[in-house]
T-cell receptor
Framework: GAGVSQSPSNKVTEKGKDVELRCDPI?????LYWYRQSLGQGLEFLIY????????KSGLPSDRFSAERTGGSVSTLTIQRTQQEDSAVYLC?????????????FGSGTQLSVL | AQSVTQLGSHVSVSEGALVLLRCNYS??????LFWYVQYPNQGLQLLLK??????LVKGINGFEAEFKKSETSFHLTKPSAHMSDAAEYFC???????FGTGTRLTIIP
């Protein structure tokens, strides 16, 4: 079956603009994660959705960042008033049930460049 | 809180030589530990994981890792490096899957 799909694969935007990044998880996976991968910084956890539970937003770096997951499937990460330091690869991952011993299935990411 | 430390952001080894990528973790609960690999222009994929049971875990492509509780370590090894092993490797610990900063492995022909 299809893997985790992210769009767009590349996004170039101007400082101050809003951007939306989309993630389609593997069908049937209840857990969905967003990470940010910056050069030399590894993967930084942003937000975690599990089923119908309230999302864990503890990793969002500022109130300019938000995410939603509609119908327990597709997720959108929104960054408002983008800044140059937001430039990074944004990765989405899903897992079948969110248990801590499960492997994550990653998408190929969205490369965001803020000019 | 959990954390992961990967010693060495860049490691170079000769083709055929031993690969050793270091990972140390801290965790307030019994950890589940993971190694993920990111090949150039590809997404991350699971290399191997430790959950419970045998502390020596074997993964894909000839890699293995040993969980050592006393040393809070989960180092990744491969006896003989291949050119195709060139990639970035990430160690991670459970709960929101906290990742290390990664180690870029270069193979010298």
């Amino acid at each position: 079956g299809a893997g985790v799909s992210q769009s767009p694969s590349n996004k170039v935007t101007e400082k101050g603009k809003d951007v939306e990044l989309r993630c389609d998880p593997i069908s049937g996976h209840t857990a969905l994660y967003w990470y940010r991968q910056s050069l030399g910084q590894g993967l930084e956890f942003l937000i975690y959705f599990q089923g119908n539970s309230a999302p864990d937003k503890s990793g969002l770096p500022s109130d300019r960042f938000s995410a939603e997951r509609t119908g327990g499937s597709v997720s959108t990460l929104t960054i408002q008033r983008t800044q140059q330091e937001d430039s990074a690869v944004y990765l989405c991952a899903s897992s079948p049930s969110g248990q801590t011993n499960e492997k994550l299935f990653f998408g190929s990411g969205t490369q965001l460049s803020v000019l | 809180a959990q954390s992961v430390t990967q010693l060495g952001s860049h490691v170079s080894v000769s083709e055929g030589a031993l690969v050793l990528l270091r990972c140390n973790y801290s965790s307030s609960v019994p950890p589940y530990l993971f190694w993920y690999v990111q090949y150039p222009n590809q997404g991350l994929q699971l290399l191997l994981k430790y959950t419970t049971g045998a502390t020596l875990v074997k993964g894909i492509n000839g890699f293995e890792a040993e969980f050592k509780k006393s040393e809070t370590s989960f180092h990744l090894t491969k006896p003989s490096a291949h050119m195709s092993d060139a990639a970035e490797y990430f160690c991670a610990v459970n709960e929101k899957l906290t990742f290390g900063t990664g180690t870029r492995l270069t193979i010298i022909p």
